[in-house]
Nanobody, 123 residues
């Protein structure tokens, strides 16, 4: 099992930027796809972005393409989500997640979750 701790959320104005971080511990971080999901009030949790174990493959939701960038530092066991040009509709709790299987790229099969960090974008 892996433990995930997110940080970096906060309140920002429309058009602003935030960088989320997720520190992982408990298993071989560098062997697993990592992802970010978000959940807005009254809505289901939705996929935001994923990055393969080596960082060579990424995937993004259409709603964030061109604005968000996922990256990872395997030496620090950390995955990041750089969020630019933020919009009020980006307001949500953002969750870091780790894939269930080693060395498999996925945007769906995640099993470990952090506690979430709140991002609020004011208009």
């Amino acid at each position: 099992q892996v433990q995930l701790v997110e940080s970096g959320g906060g309140l920002v104005q429309t058009g602003g930027s935030l960088r989320l971080s997720c520190a992982a511990s408990g298993r071989t971080f560098s062997s697993y796809t990592m992802g970010w999901f978000r959940q807005a009030p009254g809505k289901e949790r939705e996929f935001v972005a994923a990055i393969s174990w080596g960082g060579g493959t990424t995937s993004y939701a259409d709603s964030v393409k061109g604005r968000f960038t996922i990256s990872r530092d395997n030496a620090k066991n950390t995955v990041y989500l750089q969020m630019n040009s933020l919009k009020p509709e980006d307001t949500a709790v953002y969750y870091c997640t780790a894939a269930n299987q080693r060395l498999v790229f996925t945007t769906r099969n995640f099993g470990s979750w952090g506690q979430g960090t709140q991002v609020t974008v004011s208009s």
